[in-house]
Every structure is written in C-alpha cells, then in structure tokens.
C-alpha cells in the first residue's frame, strides 16, 4: 500500500501511527495516512514559531513572493500527478480535480504577486514635529484547517495570502482523502521555503485539530468545515484568544424566473448542484422557481439529471463520481428519507447505487409541499437538489433568505432592473447573475451566519492575516 508523511520543520516525517485511507470507488484500503498526534502537532507549531521570529521574517516581501512564483511553476508541473492523487483518494472526478489544480497555481500567482504590494500608510497628523504611519505586520503562526472536499484549493485560499503576508503556517489536512496535500508538501519543499514556514499535518479533528487549535503559539485559525466543527473551534480558540476566519457550509439559492433562457439556467443548475457529487460549499442546492415555469424546467432538469454519466471518478468522461466516504452517503440518504416522510416529492435519484465504492445518483426533490422539510433546510453536501417554487419576486427572496446560511446564491432573469433589486436583496457572500460557480484570486469569497465570517481571495484576505502597528516618531 502507497504509504505517506507528515512534513514537520522541513522534513518528512511518519506520525504516531498510521490509518487506512479509503479508495470511495471501490470502498477499500488503498493508502497508509500517517497520523498526527500531540508530539507531531507540538513540534509543527513550535517549528513554524521558530521560522517566524527567525528566517521567515529575514526575507523581504519580495523575497517571499518569489518562492510563492516558484511554488505556483511546481503546482502547475505537478498538476496531473496531484489531480490523480485527489481524485484516488476523495472520489472527486479526473475532469474536475485536473481543472482545479489551474486554478490552485493562479491563487499562489495571484499571492506571490501581492506579497510586495502590502503597504501601510503615512498619516497627516495635525502636530509639526511628528512622522506618524503605520506598518502591516504579519500575525504569526496561522493554523489551516480543511476539510475533505478541495484540499489543495482550500489550502491555497489560505497559504498564498497568509504567506505573503509574512506568517508560518501548520495545515491541518482532512483525515478523509488527505493524500493530495501530503504529496503537496514535497512541492513546499523542492519550492525552497525554510524549514518550519509551511508544516503539513493529518490527524483526527478531536485530537489533531484539537490540540492545534488550542496551542499557545497559534496566532490565527483558518477554518473551512462544517458549522458544528466551527463552532469547536472557535472554543477552541478562546483559549488564548487566537483570532478565526470560518467558511462553512451553505444552502445556496438558485433562483429562477419566468423570464430566463431556461435552457442555460438548467446547465448552470446542473453543474451547480451535481459538479463535485455535490460536495460543495457553493452547491445551489436549493431551487427556487417561479411556479408559471417550474413543469418546464424541472423537466428539462430530470432529463439533464438521469443523462448524467455516472462512472470511475478517473475518467475522463465521468460527469458524476462516488461520494468521499460511507458516513456522507448515509447522511444524505437518512436526510432524504426524513424528507419524503414530511412530504417531499422524489422526481429523480433517491437511493445509493448498488454495489462497490460510495456512488449516489443525482436527486431532485420538489419541496413545494413540504416547506418544513429538512432538505429545504439542511446541507446535503451531496447531490440532492431541493425544490420550491413561487408567484411573486418578494416571495422568491423572502424564501432565498429563509435559511440560517449565506454563503453563495444565483439569480436568473433577463431583467436587468429585477437583478439589481435581488442582488440588493439577497443576504450572502456572493451573488452570481445569470452565471453560477465563477471563482478569481482576485474576488472575495466568503458567507453570514452559520456560513461563517471572513473573507477569503482578493487583497483583503491578505491584510486579514497582517496586524497594524502605529508609529509615532517625534521630529
Ligand atoms: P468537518 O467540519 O467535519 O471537518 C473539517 C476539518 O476540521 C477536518 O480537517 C477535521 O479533521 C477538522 N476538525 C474536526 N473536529 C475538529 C476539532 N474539534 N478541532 C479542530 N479541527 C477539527 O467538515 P467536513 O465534513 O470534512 O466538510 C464538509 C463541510 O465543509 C461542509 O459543511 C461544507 O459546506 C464545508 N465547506 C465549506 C467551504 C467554504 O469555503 N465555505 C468549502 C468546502 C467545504
């Protein structure tokens, strides 16, 4: 079996033990995961504390940007191998994983390039004899902390700006489907950053996690999971009162007017809920329709839906693969049945695959007559799409709004002034118009509620792991 390491102050190390990775096509041991415990994950924070105070701080801005220029060229040069990776280990498919790999070496592009561009400010204090400004310095030992779905991208959001802004990191990899960032590492260090910068950790959340969100020395968690993980954490973080960004999860809107060329809102649907098995933060998994167009759309929708090609996530024409592990298959199939039980209408899908690996077919569900339903609530985080439909447009945003997440949401409409009056509307962290799924480097990205706070892309996210330090020097 392929066996894997910790990356610990610049070298790889084995854990405290090991535990099997899953394949989730076939459903068996495929890999050896080397788990982090306390001494692993002490020595990875106490490591990335030294590079801190100690070579890290040395460079210049420009400095690390270079090795982040670097770190983008390997990325890129080891795309098919990480793609594969990713793909054996979290069932995510071929198309998909190669596809964001692109988009993990334009974030650390994007960072490299910002790294020198993080300025403080000269103030023009009202006193003749005082130069008063202030310096952007960066917070220190930063935790990364994600979760089994996009780890390499996941990571990047929160490597690039972090290490631009000048802190040392210790990522915490999922224990589901940890492979492509362990792999990652040796990309860290062929990059040449100093020992201790970036530290590569896998472990368990209530020991690993645990005990990296509680270490002294951690200036600053970055978080993306599951709410009830988030809110952990943050206890956690209490502790020593270590700030916390936290992107969570979502029951995004896709809303769909009458006025809409239906037939690129139900591609945009389709790839908005069933891209990654549905294992998204940003799936739009809750379709709100208006009622004078939802027999239309919805049949368009079931016949895109059980066209889909459902088959080995290494294949290159694989549209649907399996899901990343048994326990998410039985979240969603318990989570369908309570559903149909308070009255949901199963159009398509419903049941897992027969056979080996975690496979789950596409499923719509009409909540139209079940507004109490848990999946018009609830994350699937699975390839479940919820349906409801409406008369009017203050209807269709009081529903888009009746969640406790606000994280993404999309808008489909030919009128220009109706789109605008949504987009005001609309409580989340992203709206897209006509579009779904667009990511940049250089856009914000981020939720409200129980999709957390903070912001992660663009400037911003850089500046958020700085600190202002104000200087006054008398003339
Ligand atoms: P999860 O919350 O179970 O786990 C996330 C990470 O937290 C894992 O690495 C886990 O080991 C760790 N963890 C668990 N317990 C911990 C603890 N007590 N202390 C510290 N760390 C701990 O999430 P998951 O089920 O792996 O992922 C699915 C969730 O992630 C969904 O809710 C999804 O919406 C969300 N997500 C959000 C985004 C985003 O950008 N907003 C992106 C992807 C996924």
Known sequence: MDEFHLYIDGAFVPGAATFPSLDPATGEPWALMPEARA???NAAVEAAHRAFHGPWSRLTASQRGKLLFKLADLV???????AQLETRDTGKIIRE???QIAYVADYYRYYAGLADKIEGAHLPIDKPDMEVWTRREPLGVVAAIVPWNSQLFLSAVKLGPALAAGCTVVVKASEDGPAPLLEFAKLIHEAGFPPGVVNILTGFGPDCGHILTTHPKVAHIAFTGGPGTARAV???????????SLELGGKSPFIVFEDA???????????GIFAATGQSCVAGSRLIIQASAKDAFLAKLKAKAEAIRIASPQEMTTEVGP???QRQRDHIEALIEASVTAGATLITGGAPLPGPGFYFPPTILDCSTAPDAPAI???FFGPVLSVVSFDTEEEALAIANDTAYGLASGVFTASLTRAHRMIRGIRAGVVWVNTYRAVSPIAPFGGHGLSGHGREGGLAAALDYTTTKTVWLRT
């Open 39 to 41: 001494p692993q994950v």
């Open 76 to 82: 890129q040069a080891a795309a098919p191998r990480l």
């Open 97 to 99: 994983t190669s596809a």
């Open 234 to 244: 943050v206890r956690n973080s209490a502790e020593n009162l270590a700030s916390t």
């Open 261 to 271: 060329d239906l037939d690129s809102a139900a591609n945009a649907q389709v790839s």
């Open 323 to 325: 899901l990343c592990t």
């Open 377 to 379: 609530k609830d994350e």
